[in-house]
């Protein structure tokens, strides 16, 4: 930035609507850039889940060239990325916000009302030999849904239940 600044109010405004729309460019392109670098990601990880199986073996060297034009474009990419962040960030100053390499998935706030749905199994009892059939473990899966502009998270526990094996459903067989 010039450190010599002209006295005529006229000419700053001319010099802060041209530093603006530098800044809304460099803004766009660092948007654009993070946009295709996690796309290109997905393509890799895509193409590396097309390295397994039995059609692979015949396009296994296509895949991987693929693969690696794409790491060499993500990698352009992020060097591009970091060089118009630290043109903007030259001319802004700190308050740009900062990109992150890999999006984040957080935890929805604890203060939207949720509803808890509880999926239970078919069976309650063991189909081999009836026993009951006890929680084995809790993995939840959390969905927000918008109703009249009121936030709510659907919580939904799937109901993992196992045979509860006890001392007296053990049968030896002794020789």
Not at 104 to 112: D, E, I, R, V
């Amino acid at each position: 930035m010039n450190s010599v600044l002209p006295d005529d109010i006229e000419q700053l405004k001319t010099l802060l609507v041209a530093q603006q729309a530098i800044i809304i460019r460099l803004s766009g392109e660092i948007t654009s850039y993070a946009r295709e670098i996690n796309s290109l990601r997905a393509l890799v990880a895509k193409l590396q889940r097309m390295l397994f199986g039995r059609s692979s073996e015949k396009n296994r060297e296509k895949i991987e060239k693929k693969i690696a034009q794409t790491e060499k474009r993500i990698t352009e990419l992020q060097n591009r990325l970091g060089e118009v962040h630290s043109q903007l960030t030259s001319m802004a100053g700190d308050a740009v916000p900062k990109t992150s390499d890999s999006p984040a998935h957080k935890a929805l706030p604890a203060t939207l009302p949720r509803d808890r749905q509880v999926i239970s199994p078919t069976e309650t009892e063991c189909p081999v030999c009836s026993g009951k059939l006890k929680p084995l473990g809790e993995s939840i899966a959390e969905q927000l849904d918008i109703i009249n502009t009121a936030f709510r998270v659907t919580n939904t526990w799937p109901s993992n239940r196992v045979k509860e094996l006890l001392p007296w459903n053990v049968t030896l067989s002794v020789n």
